[in-house]
């Protein structure tokens, strides 16, 4: 009798587990009433991000919802599942003059705020500023506080916060709040065209310029001076490299190798400025925001300061943004080609520090491979200085300098910024 008793009270708790689950959003059986075509499943979290800034001596401010891992459920109309890691990863305005400025949001979906410390008092986020509100294709970034220095800035940045915010606040910004200058099928046209069709939608040209390229300038000390002067090529001018060709795979690394353990005997590097930073510091993604000069807090790191490298933009001949809109055009443009500048920095005297130029490459699709890799290829510094042993020939992995010396006093080395996230959209 008491084993039935058991068993009956078990049932009854079922019962009224099965009436909750059903009656608070039909999960379990994937039915919905009649007048029900979307349920929100809540595993995110959400803030608010503030930038307060000035575009061309004009005062701006955005108030941006963000969320992270957000899911919505359809079930009527379009019977499809959808989940966001950081939406919106990047949002923008319209200026006045037609170019856009867009805001990379942090990673702050650990319940980092102003606050409670996780985001820094003086939070600087990367920032962008499109020469084309339309295309987004090319932008210049503002990835450290030198770049709002510089006599080429056209933004003055004044404060950024982030605070916790709610699913309804997101979903009230998402429906009445500013429309975001960057799309969706923007944002995702550099993925391939069956990624695209998972998402519902079509390629744009030119695709949103999310990538963003730039070159760190360190100062060479006198052990380092020795090891280049032991690699520079006989026919080295005033810039120069290690070609990435097969035959020099091994100089080069050899060459990275000895810098390497130079750097790590004099515990840092020093800034082309002669900030003196730690061994291997100065640089991180836009995820944790922006670096300053002088340090910041990372965001959701309270322990750890970072202080900015001397960043200058890098950009190619291969933008997209510079061939003709219409594919036939195009072609046309490809068939004209006889030579690549595969990589140009510009450094103007200093005058670019701080920036870097963010676009998407073009891939020379529809032309034969070989007749690509035979067009001669060339590097450059601020569009004029030819860069000694740089690759002759555009190739795919093997067609830009990881590096450049220059004079035997200061090296530039690659870097890359990624403005998308894990899973983002906007």
Not at 76 to 84: I, L, N, V, W
Not at 182 to 187: D, E, G, K, P
Not at 234 to 263: F, H, K, M, P
Not at 391 to 411: I, L, Q, R, T, Y
Request: neutral net charge; proline residues 4%.
């Amino acid at each position: 009798m008491r084993k039935l008793a058991l068993v009956f009270g078990g049932l009854v708790v079922l019962g009224v587990l099965w009436a909750t689950l059903t009656t608070s959003g039909q999960l379990l059986t994937g039915r919905l009433p009649s007048n029900t075509d979307k349920v929100i499943v809540d595993r995110g979290t959400y803030f608010r991000l503030k930038v307060d800034f000035a575009y061309k001596g004009e005062r701006q401010h955005y108030d941006i919802v963000v969320g992270c891992n957000v899911l919505n459920i359809r079930y009527k109309d379009s019977s499809s599942t959808y989940e966001a890691g950081l939406i919106p990863t990047v949002w923008g305005q319209r200026m006045n003059d037609g170019k856009a400025v867009v805001v990379r949001a942090p990673d702050a979906c650990r319940g980092d705020t102003t606050e409670n410390g996780g985001v820094p008092a003086d939070f600087l986020p990367v920032m962008v500023v499109y020469d084309n509100a339309d295309t987004v294709a090319f932008g210049i970034g503002y990835m450290t506080d030198d770049a709002y220095r510089s006599p080429k800035s056209v933004l003055r940045f004044d404060k950024a916060t982030v605070e916790r915010a709610t699913r309804a606040e997101f979903d009230t910004f998402r429906a009445t709040g500013p429309q975001n200058i960057i799309t969706r099928s923007q944002y995702h046209s550099v993925q391939n065209d069956h990624q695209l069709a998972l998402l519902g939608l079509t390629k744009t040209y030119p695709a949103f310029g999310r990538s963003c390229y730039a070159f760190s300038r360190w100062k060479l000390t006198e052990p380092e001076r020795e090891i280049v002067r032991k690699y520079r090529p006989a026919n080295a001018a005033r810039y120069w490299t290690i070609s990435q060709t097969l035959l020099d795979e091994t100089t080069q690394a050899a060459y990275a190798n000895e810098i390497g353990e130079a750097r790590i005997k004099a515990h840092g590097q020093t800034r082309d400025d002669g900030l003196v930073l730690g061994w291997n510091e100065g640089f991180s993604q836009p995820d944790f925001g922006a670096l300053r000069r002088d340090g910041v807090q990372l965001v959701g790191l309270k322990s750890s300061i970072r202080e900015a490298a001397a960043f200058y933009p890098a950009d190619t001949s291969l933008r997209q943004d510079k061939w003709p809109l219409e594919q036939p055009a195009r072609l046309a443009a490809y068939e004209a080609l006889r030579s690549i500048n595969t990589t140009n920095i510009d450094i103007d005297y200093g005058r670019n520090r701080g920036f870097a130029y963010c676009y998407s490459g073009e891939a020379l699709r529809g032309m034969p491979r070989d007749t690509v890799w035979a067009l001669p290829a060339f590097t450059t510094v601020d569009g004029q200085e030819l860069v000694a042993g740089a690759p002759e020939h555009w190739g795919f992995g093997s067609d830009s300098a990881n590096f450049v010396v220059e004079n035997d006093e200061f090296v530039l080395e690659r870097v890359l910024f990624n403005l998308e996230s894990t899973r983002g959209d906007v």
